[in-house]
C-alpha cells in the first residue's frame, strides 16, 4: 500500500513539475496568438492638409514601427531591470544508478552511494553590486527618451513629406482646373471663328489656329490628369492609405494665401530640432557606455542561497521516505585581475565614441545654420516669384478681355487672341505653381527652425 501510496506521490511531483517547464511556453503561445490579429483600417471621406497628416502617423506602417520599437524598448529595460529583483529558482532531478560507485578504503573495495537518488533545490540570489544591472537602472530614462525621439523624427520627416505631396497634387489639380475652364473659353472662341469663316468676314485660318488651340489645351489636361493619378498614389503611400479606396482632400485658396507669411528674422535654435535632441540623447548614453567600462575593475557582488531536499535509498518505492536536507547561505565576490589589457582598450573606445558624438553635434550645428540660410534663400524667392505671378494674372486677364473685345470689333487678329490666352493659361497656372512652392519652401523654414516637432 505504502509502494502505490509513494508511487502516486512521484507521478504528481512529475506531472507538477512538467507543468513548471510548460507553462513559459503554453503563455508564450497565447501571447503570440493575440499579436496576430489585426484592425481593419480606415478612410477619410475629404481631407484637409492637417487630416491627411494625423491619418498619416496614425497608419503609416513606419510610424507603427516606431511604436513598436518604443514598447520592447520598455519591455527590454523591464527584463534588464528584472535582475535587481531576488532571483528564485527550483531545481529538480532523480537519478537511478546501475552501477554504484566503489572506492578502495583501508585497501578494501566500498560502494559509496546508493542505488536511487532525487533531489529538489529551490536556490536565490541577489545582486549587490552588478555593472550590466546598474547601467540599465542609470540608462533607463535616455533609452526610453531615444526610442521616443525616433519616433518624433520619423513623424516629423512623414509630415514634410506628406505636407510636400499634398502640395505637389494640389498644383497639378489647379492645371487640370485652369486647363477645363480654357477649353470653355476656347470652345466659345472656336465657335465665334466658325460663324465668323461662314459670315465670310474671316478665312480659315483663324478657325483652323483656334481648333489646334483647344487641341493643345485638351491634350495638356489629358497628361495632367495621369500625371495626377501617380501623385495621389505617391500621397496614399505616404499616408498608409488603402490603395483601393478613393482619396479627396480640400483646401482654401485664401487661407493658403495668408498662410505664407513668415518671419524671415527668426534665428534657427538648434536645441528645438529633433536631431539635436536625439545626438544629446545619444551622448548620455555614450557617456554611460564610458561609465560601464571603468565600472569592470570593480568586482561583481551577489548573495545567495539554497534549500537542498535529499532522497537516497537503494529502494525505488521507498525513495521519498527519508529526506537528509542541507542549505547554506553564501556571499560570492568576482574579480577578474588580468585580461591582457581588455579592459583599458574598452575604455578608449568609449571615451573615442563620446569625442565622435561632440563632433556629430558640432556638425549639426554648422549645417542647421547653412540648410537654414538655404531654406530661407528659396522661400524668399518663391515668395517674390509669386508676387510677380499674381500681378502677372491680373495683367493677363486684363489684356486678354481688351484684345477679346478688340477681335470682335475688328480691331485685332485671332494671332493675337490666342497669343492673349496663351499668356493667361501660363500665367495662372504659374501662378498656382508658385503658391505651392511657397508653401513647401515654407515648411523647409519651420523644419530648420525646428518648429516642426510631431
Do not use: C
Request: proline residues 2%.
Amino acid at each position: 500500500m505504502d509502494f502505490y501510496l509513494k508511487a502516486k506521490s512521484i507521478r504528481l511531483l512529475a506531472l507538477s513539475i512538467s507543468l513548471l517547464l510548460l507553462a513559459p511556453a503554453f503563455v508564450f503561445s497565447q501571447t503570440g496568438n493575440t499579436v496576430v490579429s489585426t484592425s481593419e483600417q480606415n478612410t477619410i471621406g475629404t481631407g484637409t492638409l492637417e487630416e491627411v497628416i494625423q491619418y498619416a502617423i496614425k497608419n503609416q506602417p513606419l510610424i507603427q514601427q516606431s511604436v513598436i520599437d518604443e514598447r520592447i524598448t520598455e519591455n527590454t529595460i523591464k527584463s534588464k531591470l528584472a535582475d535587481w529583483y531576488p532571483q528564485i529558482n527550483f531545481g529538480y532531478n532523480l537519478q537511478h544508478n546501475f552501477i554504484v560507485q566503489t572506492s578502495i578504503i583501508a585497501g578494501n573495495p566500498v560502494k559509496l552511494g546508493v542505488a536511487n537518488t532525487s533531489g529538489a533545490q529551490f536556490t536565490v540570489s541577489q545582486a549587490i553590486f552588478n555593472r550590466d544591472v546598474l547601467l540599465a537602472k542609470r540608462s533607463r530614462n535616455d533609452v526610453r527618451l531615444q526610442a521616443s525621439q525616433n519616433t518624433s523624427a520619423n513623424k516629423t520627416d512623414l509630415a514634410v513629406n506628406v505636407s510636400k505631396a499634398f502640395y505637389d497634387v494640389l498644383a497639378t489639380t489647379q492645371q487640370i482646373d485652369v486647363s477645363t475652364e480654357d477649353i470653355l473659353r476656347l470652345e466659345r472662341s472656336l465657335k465665334d471663328a466658325q460663324n465668323q469663316y461662314k459670315s465670310g468676314i474671316t478665312d480659315k485660318i483663324d478657325f483652323k489656329r483656334a481648333t489646334i488651340s483647344l487641341n493643345n489645351t485638351k491634350a495638356a489636361k489629358k497628361s495632367n490628369e495621369e500625371i495626377l493619378k501617380g501623385k495621389v498614389e505617391y500621397l496614399k503611400a505616404l499616408m498608409g492609405y488603402p490603395a483601393n479606396q478613393e482619396l479627396k482632400i480640400s483646401y482654401d485658396s485664401l487661407q493658403m494665401e495668408r498662410d505664407i507669411q513668415l518671419d524671415t528674422l527668426q534665428s534657427p535654435q538648434i536645441t528645438s530640432r529633433i536631431e539635436y535632441q536625439l545626438l544629446s540623447t545619444q551622448k548620455r548614453l555614450l557617456e554611460a557606455n564610458l561609465l560601464y567600462n571603468k565600472w569592470s575593475f570593480l568586482p561583481t557582488v551577489s548573495a545567495n542561497g539554497a534549500y537542498n531536499f535529499n532522497y537516497l535509498n537503494n529502494s525505488l518505492g521507498e525513495l521519498y521516505g527519508n529526506n537528509f536536507p542541507n542549505s547554506f547561505a553564501a556571499l560570492t565576490l568576482s574579480l577578474p585581475l588580468y585580461q591582457g589589457g581588455k579592459r583599458k582598450a574598452n575604455i578608449n573606445s568609449a571615451e573615442w565614441q563620446v569625442k565622435r558624438a561632440d563632433l556629430d553635434i558640432k556638425n549639426l550645428q554648422m549645417n542647421v545654420n547653412s540648410e537654414y540660410v538655404n531654406a530661407l534663400g528659396y522661400y524668399k524667392g518663391s515668395l517674390a516669384n509669386l508676387i510677380a505671378q499674381k500681378e502677372n494674372v491680373d495683367l493677363a486677364r486684363e489684356v486678354y478681355d481688351v484684345i477679346q473685345l478688340q477681335y470682335k470689333s475688328g480691331i485685332k487678329t485671332y494671332l493675337e487672341v490666342i497669343t492673349s490666352e496663351t499668356d493667361l493659361r501660363l500665367a495662372r497656372i504659374n501662378y498656382y505653381n508658385a503658391l505651392y512652392q511657397v508653401l513647401a519652401n515654407k515648411i523647409d523654414v519651420q523644419r530648420a527652425l525646428g518648429q516642426l516637432n510631431y
